[in-house]
């Protein structure tokens, strides 16, 4: 079964930093190009990064570039996010979510979640 | 980057038709996929490219684009697509995707 399972989500303080991840199985994780896309409580969806099959090209939101990293591990299959400087406004479900169908590029496997609340 | 509008709510008769849009000058260079998204789950990807439907979503659900909007139409709805839908592109530079502020469809 294609499957993406986030981990790593939890209560941080603003300033503090979290590390998610997205195991991936079912599919050849290394060939395919992925993303994190956020949703805030009660919100719409909103894409925070993405990373080439070989990590070699890597994009981000303006709202987390420069605070965020995207990497991937392909021999654990394996996405990775680090948040460094948490704001209350990056309080969200964070979901790995994986690009296909070439040029007509679709989010069409996703992960069930990982809540992240940044508080005092 | 661009940005994507969507009407923020839509209902529709049970078996009836409803259309939802996307707008943004991306549209006019990049297909959008949409996404069907229930309370509390995941996404769901339910149209990609110009017209194409992944396996396993009805045939119900079909895209079509014109210009600068692009449009998700649900023929026959069911109870069962009663969800928020969003749609999603890239952007100007064609680096970065972006969500649609979606919709959230009723059915009645």
């Known amino acids: 079964e294609v499957q993406l399972v986030e981990s790593g989500g939890g209560l941080v303080q603003p300033g503090g930093s979290l590390r998610l991840s997205c195991a991936a199985s079912?599919?050849?994780?290394?060939?395919?190009?992925m993303n994190w896309v956020r949703q805030a409580p009660g919100k719409g969806l909103e894409w925070v990064s993405y990373i080439s099959s070989s990590g070699s090209t890597i994009y981000y939101a303006d709202s987390v570039k420069g605070r965020f990293t995207i990497s991937r591990d392909n021999a654990k299959n394996s996405l990775y996010l680090q948040m460094n400087s948490l704001r209350a406004e990056d309080t969200a479900v964070y979901y790995c979510a994986r690009d296909d169908y070439g040029e007509d590029d679709a989010f069409d496997i996703w992960g069930q979640g990982t809540m992240v609340t940044v508080s005092s | 980057s661009s940005e994507l509008t969507q009407d923020p709510a839509v209902s529709v008769a049970l078996g009836q038709t409803v259309r939802i849009t996307c707008q943004g000058d991306s549209l006019r260079s990049y297909y959008a996929s949409w996404y069907q998204q229930k309370p509390g789950q995941a996404p769901v990807l339910v149209i990609y490219?110009?017209?194409n439907r992944p396996s396993g979503i009805p045939d119900r659900f079909s895209g079509s684009s014109s210009g600068n909007t692009a449009s998700l139409t649900i023929t026959g709805a069911q109870a069962e697509d009663e969800a928020d839908y969003y749609c999603?592109?890239?952007?100007?530079?064609?680096?970065?995707?972006?969500f649609g502020t979606g919709t959230k469809v009723t059915v009645l």
């Open positions: 490219g110009k017209n």
């Open positions: 079912g599919f050849t994780f290394s060939s395919y190009e």
């Open positions: 999603n592109s890239r952007d100007s530079s064609g680096n970065h995707r972006v």
